[in-house]
C-alpha cells in the first residue's frame, strides 16, 4: 500500500472550536511539536480561511500573516498550508500568505463549485505553492458529479484533490464509493478529511485509505468545528495497527497536544475532544482499570506511562493483574 500523508488541522479547523483566538505564541508552541512529530502538513489560520476575520465569520485577534510568521519560525520540516475559500481569499492575500511563510494552500470550494477555484489554483501553482483542491460538503452531490468537479481542479494544476466530508454527514460505505470512483478517474493523488458528527470520523479515514487515497487530515485530540475532526494521534495509532506506511511518531504526536494544545486549550477555559488515556489503553489493549495504576508505577519508577502500558500489552495481562504493573515498571527502569 502506498504511504499515506497526513495534514494536521488543529490551528486552523481547531480555530472554530477557541473562536479563532489562537496566538502566535500559541502557533509557536502546537505547530513545533506536530513538526517534530513528522506531520506532512500543518495546515492554519483562520477556521474560515484565508483573511476570514470579519464580521460574517468571527474576527481575530492575530492576523493570518502573524500566525503564518510563527509557525514558519519553529518548522523545520512540515509544509505550511492556508485554507483559502474563493471569494473570501483572494490571490493577493495568498501572495502575502506565501512572503509570510506559507509553502502550501488548500484552495476550497463547495463540492459543485469547483470552476471558482481555477484562477486561485492556477496562481497558486505559478507560485510555486504546492497546490490542493478541496471540494467542500461531498456528501451533497452524487459520486458522478463529485468525480467531474475533481477532474476540473485537476486539470487546473492541483497535486491533489480532497473529497471533504465538511459536515461529518458521511458514512464509510459513502466514502468508500466517492474516493473509489475519484481515484479511478483521476492522475493525482486523492484526500479526505472527515469531522466527528457522527462518531465516524476515524472509519471514515480508513475507508478512505482502503479506497486509495493517500492524504488524510487530522487534529490533535480531535479539535475542530462541530464535533470536530478526526483525531490525529487515534489515526495514527489506528494506522501503526493497521500496519500503514506514514511517517508519524506516535508518542510525538500525543506529546504536542499534552503538551502544547491541551495547555493552549486549558488557559482559554477549553478541554480536548478527545480523551488521549481512553485511546492510549485501546492502542495498547490493556484493560480499562489500568490506566491510574500504570501512572502510579511509572511515575514512582521515572519511565514513560505509555511504555509501561505497551509492555503490558505485549504480556497480555487481565483484570486482576494490576500487581504486574509495578513489576513490569520497575523492570523498564532498569533498562534505562
Not at 480523551?275 to 491510574?292: C, E, Q, R, T
Not at 483484570?319 to 533498562?335: F, R
Request: charged share 20%; with cysteine; net charge negative.
Amino acid at each position: 500500500m502506498s504511504r499515506i500523508f497526513v495534514t494536521d488541522t488543529t490551528l486552523r479547523d481547531g480555530s472554530h472550536t477557541v473562536s479563532h483566538r489562537f496566538s502566535p505564541d500559541d502557533i509557536i508552541k502546537v505547530a513545533g511539536g506536530l513538526d517534530k512529530a513528522g506531520i506532512d502538513m500543518i495546515e492554519l489560520g483562520h477556521g474560515d480561511g484565508l483573511t476570514g476575520s470579519t464580521i460574517n465569520y468571527g474576527f481575530s485577534e492575530f492576523t493570518d500573516y502573524e500566525l503564518i510568521e510563527a509557525a514558519a519560525s519553529v518548522v523545520k520540516k512540515a509544509k505550511l498550508a492556508v485554507l483559502l475559500l474563493p471569494g473570501i481569499g483572494t490571490v493577493e492575500d495568498l501572495e502575502r500568505a506565501k512572503k509570510a511563510g506559507a509553502t502550501a494552500v488548500r484552495v476550497a470550494t463547495h463540492c459543485t463549485e469547483a470552476d471558482i477555484s481555477m484562477q486561485h489554483i492556477k496562481a497558486a501553482k505559478e507560485m510555486g505553492l504546492w497546490t490542493v483542491g478541496f471540494l467542500m460538503m461531498a456528501h451533497l452531490t452524487d459520486t458522478e458529479r463529485l468525480v467531474e468537479e475533481a477532474l476540473k481542479m485537476e486539470s487546473y494544476g492541483a497535486d491533489v484533490v480532497y473529497a471533504t466530508d465538511s459536515a461529518g454527514a458521511m458514512l464509510p460505505v459513502d466514502v468508500t464509493e466517492k474516493v473509489t470512483a475519484m481515484k479511478k478517474a483521476l492522475k493525482v493523488p486523492i484526500g479526505h478529511h472527515s469531522h466527528n458528527n457522527l462518531g465516524v470520523a476515524i472509519s471514515n479515514s480508513i475507508a478512505a485509505i482502503e479506497a486509495g487515497a493517500t492524504y488524510i487530515d487530522g487534529s490533535l485530540s480531535g479539535l475542530g468545528a462541530g464535533a470536530g475532526n478526526t483525531s490525529t494521534e487515534t489515526l495514527i495509532g489506528v494506522m501503526n495497527r493497521m500496519n500503514y506506511d506514514h511517517g508519524v511518531d506516535l508518542y510525538k504526536a500525543m506529546d504536542a497536544s499534552t503538551n502544547g494544545l491541551i495547555p493552549v486549550l486549558n488557559e482559554k477555559g477549553l478541554s480536548p475532544q478527545t480523551n488521549l488515556d481512553a485511546m492510549m489503553i485501546g492502542y495498547s489493549g490493556v484493560y480499562s482499570s489500568f490506566m491510574l495504576h500504570a501512572k502510579r508505577a511509572a511515575e514512582r519508577f521515572n519511565v514513560d506511562v505509555r511504555d509501561v502500558l505497551m509492555e503490558l500489552g505485549r504480556r497480555k495481562a487481565v483484570g486482576g493483574q494490576e500487581d504486574w504493573i509495578i513489576e513490569v515498571a520497575h523492570e523498564m527502569s532498569k533498562k534505562n
